[in-house]
């Protein structure tokens, strides 16, 4: 009985000191964030340093940018203040995968938007043809589509590398293909009709 006792007691103990240390998960990505207000977020920060890798902090301060970017574009808060505020109480409570999880998918929401509208441009300037001869125009004509075609390629590239990392952080994350953009016209391919020419 008496051992039982003093068993009970050293049980005790141990609980309330891993209370107080406050016990965190094996994975790090699985830590819960502490930011219902300015202070809590920075002293969670602190406490979670040693926790994340270099690179994951890298991500996750990326993901929270991305979060900020949404708010803003949802017209969910604006301004510096007002804007922090709202990104706390997104993540607070949440997990840092949940997160990472988050801000990526946003940035890929983000970046689909983006995508779509530079096709669009590129379809719309497929269709210019230049007078015969004018090659002033054709030059012109070309060096803007060989621009506009980077800058897909630029968005292309930051969704591969997005979802590169919501393959990291989230397990459940399947890759939706896009439809692949229209070719820019050449020689081999005609340009579309009607075409409408450069005066």
């Not at 270099?54 to 940018?65: K, L, M, P, T």
């Not at 997160?99 to 096709?119: C, F, H």
């Amino acid at each position: 009985m008496k051992h039982r006792s003093i068993r009970l007691r050293v049980l005790t103990c141990l609980t309330v000191s891993a209370a107080l240390c406050g016990c965190h998960p094996t994975n790090p990505l699985d830590r819960k964030i502490m930011a219902s207000s300015p202070i809590d977020f920075v002293w969670w920060r602190t406490d979670a340093s040693g926790s994340l890798d270099r690179e994951q902090w890298r991500d996750f301060d990326e993901a929270i940018q991305e979060i900020k970017f949404r708010m803003m574009i949802d017209h969910v808060a604006s301004g510096g203040a007002a804007v922090d505020k709202a990104t706390r109480d997104r993540i607070n409570g949440r997990t840092v995968r949940e997160v990472l999880t988050i801000g990526y998918t946003s940035m890929l929401d983000r970046l689909n938007i983006e995508r779509a509208e530079a096709i669009k441009v590129i379809t719309t300037n497929a269709r210019l043809v230049t007078r015969p001869g004018d090659t002033a125009s054709a030059d012109y004509l070309l060096k803007k589509r060989k621009a506009q075609s980077d800058v897909l390629e630029v968005i292309l590239e930051k969704m591969r590398q997005a979802e590169t990392k919501l393959k990291i952080y989230d397990p459940t994350f399947a890759v939706k293909r896009p439809d692949p953009p229209p070719a820019t016209p050449t020689e081999e391919t005609p340009d579309f009709e009607p075409p409408v020419r450069l005066r």
